[in-house]
């Protein structure tokens, strides 16, 4: 049966059809122990899908709408040559699945997922499960509803929030700079190919500061020692409540964080107002930011600097040694910070833009540094902690994209037709010919409709990318003539 994205599922389909690559593949690898019953590993492998029947789903457009349906086929095991073929290779969203198993030699199992499809604890659950079946168990029995009942339910518990997170965001929110770095600047907040920097971090927990509430501190604090006079991040939130427990989905939400670091704080107070801060995001976690923000234009990342941190199992998974930060080979922006925390310490993944972030050992020596020093005394100002640098200024950003071209005189029925749609749709009257889109209070759910009605009832195609780079009238027909 069909049943409605969520919020944040119609954010990463966007995304993904606008040139997203690999960024969304989320893969974990198994070293197995032993050698496996490769017939008790299959059936492992579909009874996982049974259980959880949003890994055998596809994403196709129904009346201009992205909605998920039944995969083409379900997955299967299958064999490959290598790990990175099985991460990398594309999926196929509208035909499906969205996952996929692959044994890499006699002794490699590696699952990719989508992320429209899986988050972070996903990759836990999938693990202990394949182990429960493939050991001849059954996992706990899990709370019944579908996917669709969980969506409608997070949509009410949104529109109830909307309102007040409206509010909330309207004093915080604004674009972040460019974040300034030894060499030069991050800018992007695109997907792109990207190269990997693995290494342990050792993550002190204050009295007034978890451990991950400690290391968004930390890497504000590097950002600032680099000159930054506000630092902005974006934070992966998990939005599970009791509803999502036990359940495979993408209860995840990106979320920005701002902060103005001073040199005489100390640390600690420095974390409890961080601490403060996420506190308050927290009440507003489930609501994305674009349906908070007006106007707001999709990016795959919020800021050129995010971060994911996860509690990882307290035991080692008895099917063998688990890869959870396996490189997908893409970076959300232009610096992802991914760690995974587990009882022997944390693993951190920095992926990064190298067109970008040139000197990715520099930026992991300097956080572990502070983290160090934070560790022996978390009462050190930040400025004893690292070398603020004066406050950078910006280079001058590249010039934009040359403005739309006129309309011909006399008017133009296709703009009269395309003004038409954008009417209804947006529902408000009138629109000029290049009045941006996003300043209207469109969105991604609007675009896709407005896509949508162009190809019905005028017979003619635009793109996302190309919607998103020319997101007026005039723009729009431009595209559709050239």
Request: hydrophobic content about 45%; overall charge negative; proline content about 7%.
């Amino acid at each position: 049966m069909n049943s409605q994205l969520s919020s944040t599922q119609h954010g990463m389909w966007i995304a993904a059809r606008t040139g997203a690559a690999t960024a969304y593949h989320m893969p974990v690898v198994v070293a197995l122990d032993a050698d496996p019953d490769r017939g008790a590993l299959a059936k492992a492998c579909r009874a996982v899908v049974e259980r959880h029947p949003l890994l055998g789903c596809a994403v196709q457009e129904v009346g201009g709408e992205p909605q998920l349906v039944p995969a083409a086929e379900l997955p299967g095991l299958e064999e490959a040559g290598s790990v990175e073929e099985v991460v990398t290779r594309p999926f196929d969203l509208a035909r499906g699945p969205l996952v996929r198993f692959a044994l890499v030699g006699d002794d490699m199992l590696v699952a990719v997922a989508h992320h429209l499809v899986f988050d972070g604890q996903s990759k836990d659950l999938l693990v202990a499960d394949l182990a429960a079946y493939v050991q001849g168990g059954m996992p706990a029995e899990l709370e019944h509803s579908g996917h669709g009942e969980r969506v409608a339910a997070q949509r009410e518990r949104v529109a109830a929030l909307l309102p007040d997170a409206g509010e909330f965001w309207a004093g915080r929110w604004h674009e972040p700079d460019d974040t300034a770095v030894p060499g030069g600047w991050l800018r992007s907040r695109r997907a792109a190919d990207a190269e990997v920097l693995e290494f342990p971090l050792e993550l002190p927990r204050l009295a007034a500061a978890t451990h991950f509430e400690v290391l968004v501190a930390a890497v504000h604090v590097v950002l600032a020692s680099y000159g930054n006079a506000e630092v902005a991040t974006a934070l992966d939130l998990s939005t599970r409540t009791e509803r999502e427990a036990g359940h495979i989905g993408p209860y995840v939400n990106e979320l920005p964080l701002f902060s103005k670091p001073s040199a005489d704080m100390p640390f600690a107070r420095f974390a409890a107002q961080i601490r403060g801060e996420l506190r308050e995001v927290y009440r507003y976690r489930e609501v994305p930011l674009a349906r908070a923000v007006p106007g707001l234009r999709p990016h795959a990342a919020l800021a050129p600097v995010s971060i994911s941190y996860r509690r990882l199992p307290g035991t080692e998974s008895p099917l063998g040694r688990v890869r959870w930060l396996e490189f997908n080979h893409s970076v959300r922006g232009a610096l992802q910070l991914q760690v995974a925390h587990g009882p022997s310490g944390a693993l951190v993944s920095l992926r990064h833009d190298p067109l970008e972030l040139a000197d990715a050992g520099r930026f992991a020596a300097d956080l572990a540094r502070v983290l160090a020093a934070v560790a022996a005394d978390p009462e050190r100002p930040l400025g004893g902690l690292a070398d603020f640098a004066p406050v950078a200024a910006a280079e001058p950003r590249a010039a934009r994209a040359a403005p739309d071209a006129p309309l011909p005189a006399g008017g133009d029925p296709l703009a009269a037709q395309v003004t038409e749609i954008w009417e209804q749709v947006l529902e408000r009257s009138p629109i000029g010919p290049h009045e941006d889109i996003f300043d209207l209070g469109g969105h991604s759910l609007t675009i896709t409709q407005i896509i949508a009605r162009m190809q019905t009832q005028l017979g003619v195609e635009i793109g996302l990318d190309d919607f998103f780079d020319n997101s007026t009238i005039a723009g729009v027909v431009a595209v559709v003539r050239r």
